[in-house]
Nanobody
Framework: QVRLVESGGGLVHTGGSLRLSCVASGGTFSRYVMAWFRQAPGKEREFAAA????????TYADSVKGRFNISRDNAKSTVYLQMNSLKPEDTAVYYC?????????????????WGQGTQVTVSS
């Protein structure tokens, strides 16, 4: 059973930056494809970014491409989401997710393990 704990959320102004972290425990981190999803108030949880377990291949939602960067440190069992040029529409709870299928999915249903989420608020 993998446990995921996110941190790094907060309140920033439009144009600002934040870096989210997600630390995994209870499993072999390098086995997992890691992803970030987000859920805004009244909306469905949506895919933001994902990174392959070994190759470092990344995938991004169009809404964050060019502004967000996902990375991982397998030695620290940690995945990061660097968020730049933040906009009010990026305001959401951000969730870390893990999957051991070896494939990079954008569908929420494909991920077996989830963190509790961290709030990101971008003020205009």
């Amino acid at each position: 059973q993998v446990r995921l704990v996110e941190s790094g959320g907060g309140l920033v102004h439009t144009g600002g930056s934040l870096r989210l972290s997600c630390v995994a425990s209870g499993g072999t981190f390098s086995r997992y494809v890691m992803a970030w999803f987000r859920q805004a108030p009244g909306k469905e949880r949506e895919f933001a970014a994902a990174i392959h377990r070994s190759f470092g291949t990344t995938t991004y939602a169009d809404s964050v491409k060019g502004r967000f960067n996902i990375s991982r440190d397998n030695a620290k069992s940690t995945v990061y989401l660097q968020m730049n040029s933040l906009k009010p529409e990026d305001t959401a709870v951000y969730y870390c997710a893990a999957d051991d299928s070896g494939l990079v999915w954008t569908a929420r249903s494909r991920y077996d393990y989830w963190g509790q989420g961290t709030q990101v608020t971008v003020s205009s």
